[in-house]
């Protein structure tokens, strides 16, 4: 698969990164570097543990590293989890924030899982 | 610029994403380049490498110290003068980027960052703080040579008043290296002076004027063999304000801080601290501090040098007379001060009588050489 089928599959902005990091050989390094980071997992854990401090800043992780990436399809629900996470810092969630937070992990997981399998097949 | 041969320049990336660092440090290939995952790593680094690091890509959001708190460290350190950052951050919220700015940033880059920006951006803060720090160099050298040519010529006109006097020229290199011990202990022992090192050089230079009134006292009193009659002592003790007189003039025109310390000294080394000196009798702090020590100084070598009407007292000899008071009293602290130098001043005459300060040596040729021909 070409970098700019990749792109394609898990909905990013090809252009977009080819213009800000110049080389699609760039693009692709830094792109197969994304399957070695833990922030996902890490944002997993901590919203497991309910520390949401550390959950905010896992989630603020990924949603720039997908900006550096143009991963348009995974950063927009990583950026609504990271506001959402912001505001949440310094006290517990009611049930129905709780939800939507949960809501969001999952959406945040769906994407990341796309988005690492498509890749794995660069 | 970026690529000198003999120094690549350095470049701390904090960040917490090992994937933003190793992008930013694929940009910057070029450069030699340093990591911290979080603000206490960064700072570590910072404490480590010092100013050798050229500058700081910053992140806001991290774990254990963020940001904020590096930029305030930085801050409390003074870093911030001579080290630029750069934050790069996914945070656009405008007090956050003014907040940034603030506390001393150079430059904010929003996440996601184009490589081209981030380069030119790293280039041009590099390229400036480069030039400022030339800038920077290039005064202080100026200053330097200013004060050492200050310096020289404050030495051609003491030694020529020394020659008239009929003396060595000794002397004045004397009392400058003693001021200079002296006011060194001083500031050792107490801030009651608040005496910095280059209070002390002033000082120590302004020292050798401290008899330049003595140009006006007639020859046939300054070098008469023996000693003076009451009449011929009081003409001689006008020196000290005359010397004052004459530099006086000059302030009116140079607000000079060399001239203004030359003045204390000329118009107040012969006071004393009981307030029993000339010629205004002023009595204990109301002597500034570097007419006390040039006074102290001065006593203290006319006591270990030869003179017509008198031989030479010993180091120890002359110590004895100025702690028990034989030529007036001196300010308890100084006197603590001449006890704890001793040694070194000892020393330091032998050194200048054998004529191993090679720059005064050179001075006291010259000068001699003037007067004979």
């Known amino acids: 698969m070409t970098v700019q089928e990749?792109?394609?599959?898990?909905?990013?902005?090809?252009?977009?990164?080819?213009?800000?990091?110049?080389?699609?050989?760039?693009?692709?390094?830094?792109?197969?570097?994304?399957?070695?980071?833990?922030?996902?997992?890490?944002?997993?854990?901590?919203?497991?543990?309910?520390?949401?401090?550390?959950?905010?800043?896992?989630?603020?992780?990924?949603?720039?590293?997908?900006?550096?990436?143009?991963?348009?399809?995974?950063?927009?629900?990583?950026?609504?989890?990271?506001?959402?996470?912001?505001?949440?810092?310094?006290?517990?969630?009611?049930?129905?924030?709780?939800?939507?937070?949960?809501?969001?992990?999952?959406?945040?997981?769906?994407?990341?899982?796309?988005?690492?399998?498509?890749?794995?097949?660069? | 610029m970026i690529n000198r041969e003999e120094h690549k320049q350095t470049i701390l990336i904090v960040d917490d994403s090992m994937m933003n660092r190793s992008i930013l440090a694929d940009i910057l290939e070029d450069y030699e380049i340093l990591e911290g995952s979080n603000g206490e790593e960064g700072i570590e680094m910072l404490e480590k490498y010092g100013e050798k690091i050229d500058m700081v890509l910053l992140d806001i959001v991290m774990p254990v110290m963020d940001g904020f708190e590096v930029l305030g460290t930085m801050n409390r350190h003074h870093w911030i003068e001579n080290i630029p950052v750069i934050m790069i951050s996914a945070e656009d919220d405008p007090t956050l980027v003014a907040k940034a700015y603030e506390l001393g940033v150079t430059d904010y880059i929003s996440r996601p960052f184009d490589s081209l920006v981030v380069r030119r951006r790293v280039v041009n803060a590099l390229t400036l703080y480069e030039k400022q720090k030339k800038l920077i160099d290039m005064v202080v050298e100026q200053i330097h040579e200013k004060e050492e040519s200050n310096g020289v010529m404050v030495m051609v006109l003491s030694h020529i008043v020394e020659f008239r006097n009929?003396?060595?020229?000794?002397?004045?290199?004397?009392?400058?290296?003693?001021?200079?011990?002296?006011?060194?202990?001083?500031?050792?022992?107490?801030?009651?002076?608040?005496?910095?090192?280059?209070?002390?050089?002033?000082?120590?230079?302004?020292?050798?004027?401290?008899?330049?009134?003595?140009?006006?006292?007639?020859?046939?009193?300054?070098?008469?063999?023996?000693?003076?009659?009451?009449?011929?002592?009081?003409?001689?003790?006008?020196?000290?304000?005359?010397?004052?007189?004459?530099?006086?003039?000059?302030?009116?025109h140079h607000n000079e801080p060399l001239i203004k310390v030359a003045y204390e000294i000329c118009r107040w080394h012969h006071e004393r601290y009981n307030g029993r000196g000339y010629p205004d009798g002023l009595e204990g702090e109301e002597i500034p501090i570097s007419a006390q020590v040039v006074s102290l100084a001065d006593v203290y070598d006319a006591l270990t040098s030869e003179r017509v009407y008198k031989k030479a007292f010993s180091h120890e000899k002359a110590v004895d007379m100025i702690l028990n008071g034989e030529c007036g009293v001196f300010n308890p602290l100084l006197l603590e001060c001449l006890l704890e130098v001793q040694d070194q001043l000892k020393k330091g005459m032998g050194d200048s009588a054998m004529g191993h300060s090679s720059d005064q040596q050179d001075v006291r040729n010259m000068v001699q050489n003037l007067l004979h021909q």
């Open chain 1, 6 to 122: 990749c792109y394609e599959k898990i909905n990013g902005n090809y252009q977009g990164v080819i213009a800000r990091l110049m080389t699609e050989e760039r693009v692709k390094k830094f792109a197969m570097m994304f399957l070695k980071d833990t922030s996902c997992e890490k944002l997993q854990e901590s919203l497991a543990a309910q520390d949401y401090a550390e959950a905010f800043r896992a989630a603020h992780t990924l949603k720039g590293i997908c900006q550096n990436l143009d991963f348009t399809g995974l950063q927009e629900p990583a950026n609504t989890l990271t506001e959402l996470l912001r505001d949440l810092e310094e006290k517990q969630p009611s049930d129905e924030e709780a939800k939507r937070v949960q809501a969001l992990m999952e959406q945040v997981r769906t994407q990341y899982e796309i988005t690492v399998s498509a890749i794995q097949e660069l």
């Open chain 2, 166 to 252: 009929g003396e060595s020229g000794l002397h004045v290199i004397h009392i400058k290296l003693m001021t200079e011990l002296l006011l060194e202990c001083l500031m050792r022992k107490t801030d009651q002076y608040k005496l910095t090192h280059s209070d002390i050089q002033l000082i120590s230079t302004a020292s050798a004027l401290h008899d330049i009134g003595k140009i006006s006292i007639p020859e046939e009193v300054i070098n008469k063999p023996g000693r003076l009659t009451n009449d011929e002592f009081e003409i001689m003790k006008t020196h000290s304000a005359i010397g004052a007189a004459m530099l006086k003039d000059l302030l009116e």
